[in-house]
């Protein structure tokens, strides 16, 4: 029998990211030592104190179904954390989700219909475009990758892309994939554009807790942004607790009174034991979050003094744990394309194949976000396999 499959799935790609890992670990059964540099979270194990919180709760029997939106104290705490960021949500104006990705999921299939148009900041999170697709949404994109992927120098770019039409808008900062950090000039720029043209925000603040040196501000605390903005977070990033699924999103009451009918009829809540790990996260654990934090400054400033004495300039992140290696003019990438015969050409996907192949070191194609001629680079890796990881880089003509 032919399964006759929706347009909202066939019309969404397989992640571009698949080839890569498939590759590696098709090389790693073979026996190679691959450094992977391509994966999307901390390489820390969850601090101590939640892990003996979330078996405590199995303990005392919080394995049942929990409220829907999810257990007050876990709501009430992060009200709290919100009201430190500056923002004012009740426990009545949060959902609790598995995982910051359900949370945005829920969002867009809340607002987004057949051919609503959604503006993307390039080079954006894969599941964005995804997510949108599966909504029915028509994307608009912006390409941040001419100004260092700041925002702030392309408001007028995205001022060009925003208009009546427009019905969702995505940042995300810190960014995923670029670490950038986006200045609060440029998100009073968002929000001029989203109050002229009355366009929802979501914000994506997932690696709020992890910058250098700088700090995020959150884009609904901006004047005229309370009720147009859906802030959201989770525990994956800062608390190293991706297989936990925890996260949350906060916004307008008739917001959470629609994406709480998909989540109570798809999810029912998160896992009731994660929910009070998730407290325990929230309350007692910022000097782990510290030292996670202090760890990732340091290496990327290891990867970013080792790409310059490879004659390699890269745009500095000043949050989350990646940065976008340009790999338009490799010495190996012309090599291939000599042998190819073609004009040259930004081929990420080839540079990422490439790299796995004959250095081992796995990252992701630049085109997976949107952006070809780069591969992003996660340093959640030790010292070690960073410098590793390089200096094979290097060998191997990828830079
Ligand atoms: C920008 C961004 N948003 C959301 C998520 C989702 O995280 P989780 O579902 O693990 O909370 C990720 C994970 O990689 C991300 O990079």
Request: negative net charge; aromatic residues 6%.
């Amino acid at each position: 029998m032919t399964m006759d499959f929706t347009d909202r799935l066939t019309r969404v790609e397989p992640s571009a990211t698949l080839a890569i890992s498939a590759l590696a670990t098709e090389l790693e059964n073979e026996g190679a030592d691959v450094v992977d540099l391509s994966v999307g979270e901390p390489d820390f194990p969850t601090p101590e104190n939640i892990v003996e919180a979330g078996k405590a709760a199995m303990d005392a029997g919080h394995t049942g179904y929990t409220t829907s939106a999810g257990i007050i104290e876990l709501r009430e705490a992060i009200s709290e954390k919100l009201a430190d960021d500056g923002l004012d949500h009740g426990p009545e104006e949060i959902i609790v989700t598995p995982g910051a990705k359900q949370a945005l999921y829920e969002i867009v299939q809340a607002l987004v219909e057949d051919g609503d148009e959604v503006v993307l900041l390039d080079p954006a999170w894969v599941s964005y475009e995804a997510m949108v697709k599966m909504a029915g949404g028509d994307l608009t994109r912006v390409d941040l990758s001419e100004t260092d992927f700041q925002l702030e120098p392309a408001l007028d770019d995205l001022a060009d892309a925003v208009s009546d039409e427009t019905e969702l808008l995505v940042v995300n900062s810190p960014s995923n994939p670029t670490g950038a950090v986006y200045s609060d000039a440029a998100l009073e720029g968002v929000r001029d554009l989203a109050v002229e043209h009355d366009v929802t925000v979501i914000s994506d603040e997932i690696y709020k807790e992890i910058t250098y040196g700088v700090e995020q501000t959150s884009l609904g605390t901006l004047e005229g942004m309370a009720d147009r903005t859906v802030t959201v977070n989770g525990f994956s990033k800062a608390y190293s607790m991706t297989g936990w699924r925890l996260g949350y999103f906060a916004g307008p009451e008739d917001l959470i009174d629609q994406a709480g009918k998909l989540h109570s009829h798809s999810v029912s809540s998160a896992a009731n034991f994660v929910q009070h790990a998730g407290v325990e996260a929230l309350e007692n654990t910022d000097e782990a979050v510290e030292e996670m934090v202090a760890a990732f400054e340091e290496r990327r400033d290891l990867v970013v003094d080792l790409l310059d004495d490879h004659g390699v300039d890269v745009a500095v992140p000043d949050g989350a744990f990646y940065m976008m290696l340009p790999v338009d003019d490799s010495e190996a990438l012309r090599a291939s394309d000599d042998a190819s015969g073609d004009q040259p050409r930004a081929d990420d996907q080839a540079w990422c194949e490439g790299a796995l192949e004959d250095a081992h070191v796995a990252t992701v194609p630049g085109s997976a976000f949107g952006t070809p001629g780069y591969a992003r680079i996660s340093y959640a890796a030790s010292e070690e396999r960073l410098e590793e990881g390089i200096e094979r880089l290097a060998e191997e003509g990828y830079l």
